[in-house]
DNA sequence: AAAAAACACGCAAAAAACTGCAATTTTGTT
DNA sequence: AACAAAATTGCAGTTTTTTGCGTGTTTTTT
């Protein structure tokens, strides 16, 4: 195995978990210790990676706190929520499902914004909730601590007598031919749900998750009426949602 | 586990609760209190926390005095907050209504406690999305902005099949003749809600609100069953309500 | 004042890191 | 192709770091 590749393993390894131990790294690349160590070594002289008694740790030692705030892929994020800012207008009913991109959507609604919008995510929430012109509506229910979002029935049921006029939907993957699939089942139920009672339904979705797929199907592709990415509308990547019929931003 | 990845679950317990015990991080590491006491001198050494007896606290980088006017009487409402976590235990089914004291409760949670937990706060829910050993649901609902939390008859449906063994209620006003009340009328409905469906109902509440009134009553006081304040039990202050048979921390 | 909890110091075992060196592979040049 | 220089890798021996434990001291609580 080639030192680069050792190295391009290593710095996956540690972006992934922020840290790699060098026993591990020793199994796993099948060399010794001293190579391991002197490959960590490199990648430390080069201010990758900060090397510590037993491996090395990714080297934003910045703590924990910020790390939600440096969300991945930032800018594609923002770029793909001023895009999508087009969508929304005075006196819709919005419903905006969990997720960092949808996040940053919410974060530039302007302050003179009119609407009302339900969701089950509590940053946004949160976030909402010092914003004057929005009335708010949270769903209830279990909480999916890693995502932050309510599921369960509750939110399905309160779902049912409502009608939206758009719905701003997270997205994990997003495939042609399969539609939007994610990884749990009850959070395929919900955005489901929220799919269904919409006028309008929008992903938003850097397109790393573009032909991705997951073990459960939210919606069909049939039933997403816009996606909007960080690519231009025209990039080859779009062209097979363009053939079926999705707008595109 | 790393030196460095303890060093960092330290800091981020540290940065939570503004304090931590070495008890309880021996618990949390699995390592033996001398290991704990060596990682908590380091960070002492690095000036990033203050060792304390039992522990250490943060060393806030922002003045004290800053923080002391973001929330009102943050002094009085952590030790509020601190005399109330005697009353949770392992394997509570716990309601926990909105406002800045019950906030100051669930920052105190400590990682080791195992509940589950209602509320219908939007931060208290934001909070407690990290916190490992808690199981969350949200009442869902309109969302009252400046409070933070949900209120309507959704929440009311949710709570009537709902029974918990205790409640810390968000407390306004609370008069010795008349109870609790508040200043808006869902806000009511939902907190005699919550009263009702608890097995133990406490009152977290600075003294300067005792003897206040707000136009809409929540419960009496035969209902509220234990009140913290940050004076001692024995101020005559609290004498009515001793009187009335009402626990007092 | 007594008991309990927390602390500090030193020690020893284990793990990891470093050092120098030799074997092997890669690279560059004639 | 041939050969030398450079880079890479693993090994053995030594040094450093980390960690838990025992012992005794200090601090806190009752």
Redesign the pocket.
Known sequence: ???EE?HQLILEEVTRHNKV???ELCRML????????????ELADQGIVR??????VANSLIPQEYREHTIDHIGQKRAIAEKALSLVQDGQVIIIDGGTTNFELVRLFPESLQATVFTNSIPIAGELCSHHGIELFLFGGKVLKNARVAVGMDVLHFLSELYADICFIGTRSLHAGLGISTTRREEAQVKRKLAEVSAQVVALVTSDKIGTLQPFRVVELEQVHTIVTELPPGDPMLKPFLDRGVEVL
């Open positions: 195995m080639l030192k050792r131990r060098s026993a099948k060399v010794s210790e001293d190579t391991v160590r002197r490959d960590l070594k090397k510590v008694h037993g491996g090395a």
